[in-house]
C-alpha cells in the first residue's frame, strides 16, 4: 500500500475493473492518467466504426498499413458528416488508436486460408490433434459446469419496455446498435470479460468457436483464455452449440412463449402472442438458466471431436419430454393449421446464418448513437397494478390450497411456492425493520 500510496487494500471486483480496462489506461498519456476525470474519446462514432472496419479486416487477413487505416477514417469522417471536427488523423493519432483498441503492427499474413479448410473429412484430424493437447476439463464448458451470463444485443440503449433503466440496471449483460448485431467490439469485451473470469477462477481453458467476421481475437491481451476457431464451412457439423445447445435453449424460450400465449388467449387478449422486449429478455435468461449441464456435456459427445472415453450422459428423454409439452400448447391454442415443433423452433427466417461481412454502411449504422428510445417495435406490455405484500401471499395462499400433495409434481410446486412465500416475508419483515429504525423519534 506504501509503495502505491493507496489509503486502503483495493477490493478484488475494484482490481478485475481495471485489469478489464488495461487497453484504455495504457492509451492515456500522463496527464490523462492523474486526471479524475478521464477524457472521453472525441469521436466515439468514428473510434468505433473504424474499430469494427479494422477487425473485419483482420478476420480476412487483409494487410493494413499505417497510413491506410487513417485514409479509412477519413472516409468514414465525411460520411459521419463530421466537418470541423475531423480529427487530423497523424501518427499520434493512430497510435492512440491501436493502443486503445489494441491493435498491433499490421503485416501480411497472406490470402486467407479457408478456401483449403471447407473439407470436415480433411480437417477433422487436425482438428482433433489440437484438442488433445488438452484435457477435457480445460475445454472450456465440456462439461457444462460453466455457463457465461448471455449477452443479448437489442436496437436501442433504452428501449420502452426498459422503463427508462438501461440493461445493466435490470441485471442483464446487454448492448444495443442499429442492427442488433454482434460487432468485432462487443466481442471482444465480451471475450476480455470472460478471461477475466477465467483468471478469478485460476484456469486455463480452450474456447471453441465459428469463424463469424467478428469473432477476431487477434492481438488481445488473454492470458487464460485460448481461442479456437473451427474452418470454414465445418461449424453445422462439429460445432457444440449446433449440435443440440442451441436448439436445447430455444426449446425452453419456445416454452414460455406459448405458455403465455395460452394465458393470454383464457384471458380473451386481442394479440396472444404480443411480447415487449423485457419479457423476452427475461425468458431468454431463465431459458439459458434452465439448460443442464448433462445436456452441454451430451451435445459436445455427439459432435464426434472427441475419441477420449468422456461421460456418457444421455438426456435425451429430457429434450423429448420438453417436445411434449410444446406440442401439447400448440394444441391448446386456437390455430386452425398448427405448425410442427421443429417449424416452430426452427423457423425459415432463423436459417440464414448472419455471416457474411458487414458493409461500410452498415458499420456507420451499427456505431451510430442509440441513446433515443427505440421507435419501432418499442410496445409495452399491459401491466397490472402493483400488488401489496398482502396480496400478493393471499395468492400464493389460494394456489397452495389447491394442491394435491398425493401428486408428485404437486409437492413439487408446493415445494417452489412456500420458498416464494417465505422470499416474500423475509423481505417485508427486513422492510419494515428499517422503516422503524429512520422513523423512530429521538
Not at 454482434?182 to 477465467?198: S, V
Not at 434452465?290 to 459432435?303: L, Q, V, Y
Request: proline residues 4%.
Amino acid at each position: 500500500m506504501q509503495e502505491f500510496k493507496l489509503s486502503k487494500v483495493p477490493t478484488q471486483g475494484t482490481i478485475s475493473n481495471i485489469l478489464a480496462k488495461r487497453q484504455q489506461y495504457e492509451s492515456m498519456d500522463s496527464t490523462e492518467l492523474t486526471s479524475k476525470r478521464q477524457r472521453a474519446v472525441k469521436h466515439p462514432e468514428l473510434d468505433n466504426v473504424l474499430a469494427n472496419w479494422v477487425l473485419q479486416c483482420q478476420a480476412r487477413r487483409v494487410a493494413l498499413s499505417g497510413d491506410l487505416i487513417k485514409e479509412k477514417a477519413r472516409q468514414f469522417a465525411r460520411q459521419l458528416e463530421l466537418g470541423e471536427r475531423t480529427p487530423e488523423f497523424s501518427n499520434g493519432w493512430l497510435a492512440k488508436f491501436n493502443i486503445r483498441h489494441g491493435f498491433k503492427a499490421q503485416k501480411s499474413y497472406g490470402e486467407s486460408g479457408s478456401a483449403d479448410l471447407d473439407a470436415i473429412d480433411r480437417n477433422m484430424p487436425t482438428i482433433k490433434e489440437k484438442l488433445q493437447s488438452y484435457s477435457l476439463q480445460d475445454i472450456y464448458n465440456m462439461d457444462g459446469s460453466h455457463k457465461m451470463e448471455p449477452l443479448i444485443i437489442g436496437h436501442a440503449q433504452r428501449p420502452r419496455a426498459f422503463n427508462r433503466k438501461s440493461g445493466e440496471q435490470l441485471s442483464f449483460y446487454y448492448h444495443s446498435n442499429a442492427k442488433a448485431w454482434m460487432t468485432g467490439l462487443i466481442f471482444r469485451e465480451w471475450l476480455q470479460k470472460m478471461d477475466q473470469q477465467m483468471q478469478d477462477a485460476n484456469r486455463k481453458v480452450l474456447l471453441l468457436l465459428d469463424n463469424a467476421p467478428s469473432h477476431v481475437v487477434r492481438d488481445l491481451p488473454l492470458t487464460n483464455v485460448q481461442v479456437f476457431l473451427f474452418p470454414a464451412n465445418t461449424t453445422s457439423k462439429i460445432q457444440p452449440m449446433d449440435a443440440g445447445i442451441i436448439a436445447a435453449f430455444k426449446r425452453r424460450y419456445r416454452r414460455f412463449q406459448l405458455q403465455d400465449a395460452i394465458d393470454r388467449d383464457e384471458q380473451q387478449k386481442a394479440d396472444i402472442y404480443k411480447v415487449d422486449q423485457l419479457i423476452a429478455m427475461k425468458w431468454a435468461k431463465a431459458a439459458w438458466n434452465d439448460i443442464s449441464s448433462k445436456t452441454i456435456a451430451n451435445c459436445f459427445k455427439h459432435t464426434g471431436l472427441f475419441e477420449r472415453e468422456t461421460q456418457k450422459n444421455e438426456v435425451g428423454s429430457e429434450e423429448q419430454d420438453i417436445e411434449n409439452e410444446l406440442k401439447d400448447a400448440i394444441n391448446q391454442l386456437p390455430i386452425s393449421r398448427p405448425m410442427s415443433v421443429h417449424e416452430l423452433i426452427n423457423p425459415e427466417e432463423e436459417q440464414q446464418v448472419a455471416h457474411e461481412e458487414i458493409s461500410d454502411e452498415d458499420l456507420i449504422k451499427l456505431s451510430s448513437s442509440q441513446d433515443q428510445e427505440e421507435e419501432e417495435d418499442g410496445e409495452v406490455m399491459d401491466e397490472n397494478p402493483p400488488m401489496s405484500t398482502k396480496e400478493k401471499l393471499n395468492v400464493l395462499h389460494s394456489c397452495i390450497s389447491f394442491l394435491d400433495l398425493s401428486n408428485p409434481n404437486h409437492v413439487i410446486a408446493h415445494k417452489v411456492l412456500r420458498n416464494i412465500q417465505f422470499e416474500i416475508r423475509t423481505i417485508e419483515k427486513k422492510q419494515t425493520t428499517l422503516d422503524r429504525y429512520f422513523c423512530k423519534e429521538y
